[in-house]
């Protein structure tokens, strides 16, 4: 997401409390191989793993406990990180085919370019900072190694256009399925942001293409790259 889709696709300050952590290799390659561990643990590791072996790029993932549910891609310090909310994680851990493609579309913002200091430097961007601050989702995870102390995320608030974030959809999708998952992650995504549209303010939106047309695009790319309707398993 250049913010849930995201980069950063949310257009709302983050908290500056906000600690954001970045686990190591060896945590990472621990927690995919143990037989323990939550599902949203277990799935966001393996999903990690099997996308690292197909994506063109390299990229970190790191962690933020902001509750509000959303997923950003962030240049730091030469390193391509995409971050994940606690709410993100509560929301969509559960389902491998989700976070495969919305960190695939994350991935998309860094390979396409849209992270870069210097892209769209004519268009309005909202900047906003993630603390330097360590701390725990002690909700889901387990004492991290070796943690990578960082400067502030400063590009968490970026928004890209729409076109961008299309563009970052179809490639997602893309990777998720050369990894192995479903396309209708994204169609899952949608359908789920659209149900709580109805509820809390969802500012990231309205810079997004709308979850109509999200859902349109994903059940097209899934019938036309393997055949499968959507639509048809939910």
């Known amino acids: 997401m250049a913010s849930i889709f995201l980069v950063a696709c949310s257009t ?11 686990p190591n290799d060896a945590w990472w390659n621990q927690l ?17 793993k099997k996308l690292a072996a197909v994506s063109p790029i390299p990229f970190s993932i790191a962690f933020s406990e902001s509750k509000e549910i959303n997923a950003f891609a962030s240049l730091q310090n030469g390193q391509n990180l995409i971050v994940l909310t606690n709410g993100f994680i509560l929301q969509f851990g559960n389902d491998p085919d989700v976070l495969a493609t919305v960190l695939g579309h994350e991935l998309g913002h860094h390979q396409l370019g849209h992270t870069q200091p210097d892209y769209g430097k004519n268009r309005d ?21 070796g943690l990578l102390v960082g400067n502030a995320v400063k590009t968490a608030g970026l928004t890209y256009n729409r076109d961008d974030e299309r563009d970052a959809d179809t490639f997602g999708m893309k990777l998720a399925l050369a990894a192995g998952y479903s396309p209708c992650g994204s169609y899952r995504f949608a359908a789920k942001m659209k149900e709580l549209g109805q509820g809390p303010a969802l500012t990231f939106l309205s ?7 999200r859902l349109e695009n994903s059940e097209n790319f899934s019938v036309t790259s393997n055949g499968m309707s959507c639509s048809s398993l939910q």
């Open 32 to 48: 995919a191989n143990t037989k323990t561990g939550s599902d949203p643990q277990k799935n966001v590791a393996t999903v990690r």
């Open 207 to 213: 810079t997004h293409p709308g979850n109509d047309e």
């Open 125 to 145: 961007i909202g900047i906003t900072a993630a603390s330097q601050a360590l701390g725990m989702l002690s909700s889901y995870f387990i004492p991290f190694s």
């Open 12 to 22: 709302k300050k983050s908290d500056p409390s906000t600690a954001v952590h970045v």
